[in-house]
């Protein structure tokens, strides 16, 4: 059976041959007649089985023919991995370089602004990782009113990594009438949510049991030592004439680590993982494909989605915590038919992973006894307050991040020694004395205050209370000649001032007005303190006299008498008290309330 037996047209029958592609393989039988008739598609197999192509070629095939215009994006497929969105661009570039569509690849980690400039030229195929998509559409750069076919790619990896709810989001932003083709290697029940929910009248293509491993990948098994893998590795590496790797580590410090110690003891090595920029992830990619590198350590983003063309050999340095992940890793060998090596490290508190793994395949892994660094550290691994064992990889992986932030901090105290340059605050307060001295230096300087004001390296905060507004610093690029301003306001939800402004509104009527007459003179104001002693004194005594016309309040008048309000009665205004002159406000004395009705001179 051939491509054309399929129902492909010959341009991209022709492709394929190009691409070295004789047979289709059981998942492209499975799914590509359905998908050209129009069906929605739900792919099972594992990783390495030619998915991509049962996918890219129906879809070339559907929208072949006049573009519209003007060009609207029609296809969208939708992939977890930047590494893994890449190889599906590639795969539609190369199946449909016989045709007039365009595509394009969009993923996070790099500017947008190229891939932006592709999408506004027009395009008919799009393959997205679901950051950037989400993101470019956010900003109102992306259509996606125009779907005509949706591609879940790896659907179970997009759980994994905490994608399901971004693709869901996704889904509600396609037109509801469109073919849906739905791939992944494992169905565990919150994708088949996502299946029944997506999916109408859809045909199952089923291939191979769930996670089950290529049968042609040779796999074994070695006992040792956590400080002894890198050795077996190198020893593994030369003994076996093994002409390029592709390791896994369980951590991103720990892949750093095996690459720099493979390269010191001669082997060119070059990791991948989360934390390396896109550009040098790619750089590694291209580098181990072209031989350039003869061994990638790579973390589990890796796991799925890099199809490197005749794999040999695949090393799990630390055994995965998810049965599923060993498939996948594995599976980066041995794929189109050929064989390939799995090779697996297990030291002693891997122990448990080891019979998840033995588990899900269903027989045991051979094991190799007859190396160099046999297993000799049978000592239980250590435990959490929990009582959880812990994983020594992730110990040397936390402990080194802690190492790295110190470093860091250091680094940033000890920048303005070393590289001219000031922490944030400290710069801006070096650079306004340098300004301020600089000013003093000039002759014919504008004043004496002024200089001061902009040698003034941060108007210190205020000693009472204040709400932070904001300095003019932050946002407007400082002169010298500008004077260095600070916006601190009186909080009016302060007790204080609360408590002011309840005086204020309590204060005595009984003050002339400012405006209608004059203030008292000192003279008056030392014989307040006499008058009001005598009043205190009358009040005392008509109380002790028990009548009711004796008794005096000494409270104000507002809130001593009460009595109806006649209609002629005006609101009078408020007027301001009286005091001493050295009598302080409640803002200025902050830790000492005075009473405005109460007219008495401080000692």
Known sequence: MDFRSLGLIDPIAKALDEQGYTNPTPIQQG??????AGRDVLGCAQTGTGKTCAFA??????????????????ALILTPTRELAIQIQDSFEAYGRHLSLRSAVIFGGVGQQPQVDKINRGLDVLVATPGRLLDLHGQGLLD???????????????????????VRRIIKLLPTRKQTLFFSATMPPEVMDLVNSLLHDYAKVEVDPVSSPVEVIRQSLYYVDKANKTKLLAHLLDEQNIPSALVFSRTKHGANRIAQDLNKQGIRAAAIHGNKSQTARVQALNDFKAGRVRVL????????????EQLPCVFNYNLPDVPETYVHRIGRTGRAGHEGIAISFCQFDERDELKGVEKLLGRAIPVVEDHPWPMANFAPPQRDKRGRPINAEDAEARAAAKERRRARQAGQDAMPQQEGEAPEGGAKR????KRSGAAAAQPGAPSARLDETTAQPERERPSGRGVRQGKLSDTVPRDPAMPTTDFYKPNPLDSDVIMDATARLLASSRRPSAQGQKQPGRAARKEQPARQEEKTRQSKSGRSGGGKAGAQSVLPPSLSRKRKRR????????EAPLRSNRQKDSTQHKSLMRPYYIGHDED
Request: glycine fraction near 6%; proline fraction near 11%.
């Open 31 to 36: 799914a590509i007649p359905p998908a050209l």
């Open 57 to 74: 070629t129906p879809i070339l095939q559907r929208l072949n023919g006049p573009a519209p215009t003007p060009r609207v994006i029609r």
């Open 144 to 166: 996606l009113g125009h779907i005509e076919i949706f591609v879940l790619d790896e659907a179970d990896r997009m759980l994994d990594m905490g994608f399901i709810h971004d």
């Open 297 to 308: 350590v790579a973390t589990d983003i890796a796991a799925r989605g890099i199809d490197i």
């Open 430 to 433: 070096s650079r306004r004395r």
């Open 567 to 574: 209609r002629d009665d005006r609101p009078r205004p408020i």
